[in-house]
Every structure is written in C-alpha cells, then in structure tokens.
C-alpha cells in the first residue's frame, strides 16, 4: 500500500494490523498504523499528512567471529517434538567457551498459547544467548508460566544442541528490529556467497502473516543465490505481511554489505 499526501478520513476500529509505518500532519509527529485492508487508526478523524516508511535495523556479528549451526530435539507435552538449531559463536581467545548467538526454536507441536509461545517469547529465548550451558531449568534457566513441559523440552533440545556436532559450520546471523519494534532472527550458511541453507526466527510476528516468512515457502527463494535481493523483483513478499518480509530481506542484505 502507499500513501500520498492529503486528507485522510481516518476509522476508529479497523481490523487486520499490520504496523509500519509513521505519519507527521504538518510538523507535529503522530504515529499511526496501517492495516492491510487499507484503513488507519490515529486519534485524529481528518489530518493533513505525508508518510516514510521505516527501515529495518540490523545488527550484524563483529568481522572476525565465527559461527556454527547445532540441532537438538527433545519430546514436549503429548509426545509432540521440539527442535532447536542453535547458532554457536565460536571462541576467539584460547581458553574460552562457545556461547549462543541465536536460537531457532521450533514448539509448533504444542498446546496453542501456552506451550508454542516457548518459540514466541523473547525473554524466555534470550535468557539462553550469550551463554554455554548445558542448561538446567530452575537454575540457570527460568521455566515459562503455563508451559514448564515445554519449557523443560527446550532446554532438552538446547543441551543436545551444544553437545552435537555442527550441521554448518560457515555460518552467519542477524538480529533485526522490525518495524513493530519486536526482533526477528536470521541465520545463513553460503558456499562463495551463495546462501545454502536460510533460517528465520519471525516468531515476535503476527500469527498467519509475518510468521509465514519463516516457513520453506518463502525462505527457499534465496536458496542458491547470491546478495543483494529487492522484494518483488527476485524475492515475492509473503502474502499480506509486506513488512516482515521486507526486513527479512533487509537482514539478508545486510549479512552481505548491501
């Protein structure tokens, strides 16, 4: 969708949310959202506005590190399995111990809203980052309320993680603020700058939208290529979650200085 300037009649209760993008009347800042049925929710019925659409931001691994890619399961509540591929930031100094620079935390087995958010949380994940285990719940590592056997499960497959051998050992990531300001996680492998394997965290997403740009359907489109990628010209947006997958494209550029 894009907006011109001119008077808008704003409605109050649309549906269908869809954040991203700021608008300013005149010189006054006021945030509104965009919904993709083309409605707006501001304060104001009528303003005068323009619009920029923000970026973005990317944060980017330092030049030397290195990384490698780990997976472990484990069996959550009714049998349903757990996965968890675990980015490891390899040691730079002797002496010292691999610590995780990202998780990809697959619970779509288990019980909705209660169980699944194990993957959605951001402060249930990022307690794990920057550390090396193993993890025991209850001490170094807080359950999530209403979920404690997923949350048990997690940890399992996080400790059989580290302690298997690498599945990709060329491996790189980004952490980017999305437009809604939540983080989404991505991870590439390449051989000579061609993308091998695409991991994508999009769990802080809205559920059937931007969450989709985690699924094969979308990631496979940079299998086998090479940086830079424009949405819509070699890459299709997911359905309905334009944003999302316009900062997975971001992030993906970025990995590669475009």
């Not at 490891?88 to 909705?112: H, V, Y």
């Not at 290529?225 to 334009?242: G, M, Q, W």
């Amino acid at each position: 969708m894009t907006l011109s300037s001119g008077t808008y009649s704003i409605r109050p209760t649309p549906t269908n949310l869809q954040p991203g993008y700021q608008l300013k009347p005149n010189n006054t800042e006021i945030t509104i959202t965009v919904y993709n049925d083309g409605t707006l929710d501001t304060d104001s019925e009528n303003i005068v506005f323009y619009y920029e659409q923000k970026t973005a931001e990317a944060s980017t691994p330092e030049e030397n590190e290195k990384f490698s890619v780990h997976f472990g399961t484990a069996v959550g509540f009714d049998g349903g399995e757990v996965t968890a591929r675990v980015i490891l930031r390899q040691p730079i100094m002797q002496g010292e111990k691999d610590t995780i620079a990202w998780l990809f935390i697959d619970a779509s087995t288990q019980t909705p809203g209660m169980g699944t958010k194990c993957a959605e949380n951001g402060d249930f994940k990022w307690q794990f980052l920057d550390k090396s285990g193993p993890f025991i719940l209850g001490e170094n590592a807080d359950a999530l309320t209403g979920a404690t056997v997923t949350s048990t499960a997690v940890v399992e497959a996080i400790n059989a993680a580290l302690s298997a051998p690498a599945i990709a050992e060329n491996a790189t990531w980004v952490s980017v603020q999305a437009f809604d300001g939540e983080y989404i996680g991505v991870g590439v492998t390449d051989e000579n700058g061609v993308i091998t394997s695409l991991m994508i965290d999009a769990s802080s997403q809205t559920p059937g939208l931007g969450q989709e740009c985690a699924n094969a359907a979308f990631t496979s489109q940079f299998i086998g290529k090479k940086a830079p990628f424009v949405l819509n010209e070699n890459i299709d947006a997911v359905t309905s979650a334009t944003t999302t997958s316009q900062a997975v494209v971001d992030a993906v550029n970025s990995i590669y200085g475009y």
